[in-house]
């Protein structure tokens, strides 16, 4: 489903009465899989949010 090709129709229509699926569809799916994966993975860790940030303490081999 191309939204560019339904909203440029709808656009020279004048009729944006489905336009809020296009703008709540992602908004719901990025909700949906932050969930998945909150439930699949477990709450953050420090250790993994100090990976992501890049400032992995070297010295310490509990975290590698």
Known sequence: MNPARSFG???VAG???HYWIYLLGPVVGATVAVGFEW???G???RAGRDTAQGILDQD???AL
Do not use: G, Q, V
Request: charge should be negative; proline fraction near 7%.
């Open 43 to 45: 709450k953050a860790t």
């Open 9 to 11: 129709p709808e656009l």
């Open 15 to 17: 009729d944006l009465t």
């Open 60 to 62: 310490d081999s509990a």
């Open 39 to 41: 439930i699949l993975r």
